[in-house]
C-alpha cells in the first residue's frame, strides 16, 4: 500500500471538517445573546445624534466627569443632565411610593450640580436631570413622565419626542447665544477642548 497517497485521504477529511467546526464556532460568537449587554450610554448616544444642531447642542458621554451624569443637553429649554438606564421605565406613582418625594427631589439636585458647576461661567443652571430608560417600549404612555420637580424618565426609543415636547413647553426658551455660551462652558468645563474657539 502507498502510503503517499492514504495520508492526504486522511488528512484532507480532518482538516475540511477540523476547518467547518471552527467556522461554525466563530459564526456563533458573533450572534448577540443574553450575556452580552447592549451599553444603554451608546443607545442614547445615537438617539441624540439624531437631534438637530442648532437649536440642540450636546455633549456626548462625558465618562464620569459629571458624576453619574452620561449626556448633557442643552437647547430651547435649557441644560438637561442624563443619565442612562438599561431597564424598563418605571411608573412615577411606584417610584414616588417606594423612595419618597423628598428623596427623589435631593437625588435630582444632587445628579444636576456637577452640570451646575462646570455651567457656571454661563450663568445658565441645569434645569433638569433626565433618566433615559431602555427597556421594553410603553407606547400606551407618554414619551417622558415628569417625576418630581427637576427629574423626568424619558422612554429611550423616544427621545427625541421628549426633547420636541419640552421645546415646546419652555416658557422662556433659551436664545442661540445662551445655549452656545452654556455648551461651551459645558465641553471646556470637563477638559475638552472649546468648541467654539
Aim: proline content about 9%.
Amino acid at each position: 500500500m502507498d502510503l503517499g497517497i492514504v495520508i492526504p485521504l486522511v488528512v484532507l477529511p480532518i482538516l475540511v471538517v477540523g476547518g467547518y467546526v471552527w467556522y461554525r464556532r466563530s459564526i456563533g460568537e458573533l450572534a448577540p445573546d443574553e450575556t452580552r449587554p447592549v451599553s444603554g450610554v451608546r443607545l442614547t448616544a445615537e438617539a441624540l445624534h439624531r437631534e438637530a444642531e442648532p437649536p440642540w447642542r450636546v455633549v456626548h458621554e462625558v465618562g464620569g466627569a459629571l458624576g453619574g451624569v452620561d449626556h448633557v443637553v442643552i437647547g430651547p429649554a435649557g441644560i438637561i443632565a442624563i443619565t442612562t438606564v438599561a431597564a424598563d421605565r418605571p411608573a412615577p406613582d411606584n417610584l414616588i411610593r417606594v423612595t419618597g418625594e423628598a428623596q427623589l427631589v435631593s437625588e435630582a439636585a444632587v445628579n444636576r450640580g456637577p452640570v451646575d458647576e462646570v455651567a457656571r461661567p454661563s450663568e445658565v443652571a441645569c434645569r433638569v436631570w433626565a433618566r433615559v430608560f431602555w427597556g421594553v417600549p410603553a407606547p400606551s404612555r407618554p414619551p417622558h413622565d415628569e417625576l418630581v420637580h427637576g427629574s423626568q424618565l424619558v422612554e429611550g426609543q423616544r427621545v427625541g419626542e421628549w426633547l420636541d415636547a419640552l421645546a415646546a413647553d419652555a416658557d422662556d426658551p433659551f436664545e442661540t447665544a445662551a445655549i452656545d455660551r452654556a455648551w461651551q462652558a459645558v465641553v471646556t468645563g470637563i477638559g475638552r477642548p472649546d468648541p467654539l474657539g
